[in-house]
């Protein structure tokens, strides 16, 4: 069965270079995004789901299987992906690996908790040129590997 790539494209910066990349490794990709955030690039694939907050995350959930890709920033929606052998990249170029998922899910929670004392952290720093040269690279590795399969 051929692989499918999954995007959690609500705040994808990345959706042009992703659909790219699995059309120059002739692999089906599926843009997934609330009703709000509706896009013009018709050439892609694309699923609308309610607004509600999961929404995107139990569709790929529901629909990535092992040897899918699945770009994502979600942490959580990462770590039950990684146990069913899907294979996980972050639009930064962080590829998720199984091992490690239990450090980032704490790490996450001890940042929730101090939100919730009142300590708010800087945000995330604006993603560069870098960043898109990981994800490029990274992303074509994963790709690659399953057209070697």
Known sequence: MRPTVFVDADACPIK?????????????SVFISSYNHFSPFQ???WVYVDTEK??????????????DVVVTQDIGL????VNRGVHVISPRGKVYEEGEMDSALYHRYL??????????????????DH?????????EKILSKLEGK
């Not at 999961?54 to 040897?67: F, K, P, Q, T």
């Not at 990462?78 to 992906?81: G, N």
């Open 54 to 67: 999961e929404a995107v995350d139990l569709y790929i959930l529901n629909h990535a299987a092992r040897g």
């Open 131 to 139: 960043d898109r040269r990981l994800f490029l690279q990274n992303f």
């Open 111 to 128: 940042q929730a908790k101090q939100r919730r004392q009142g300590v708010y952290p800087k945000g995330m720093k604006r993603f560069s």
């Open 43 to 45: 050439k892609m694939k």
């Open 78 to 81: 990462a770590s039950m992906l």
């Open 16 to 28: 042009s270079e992703i659909f790219s990349l699995a059309c120059k490794y002739n692999i089906p």
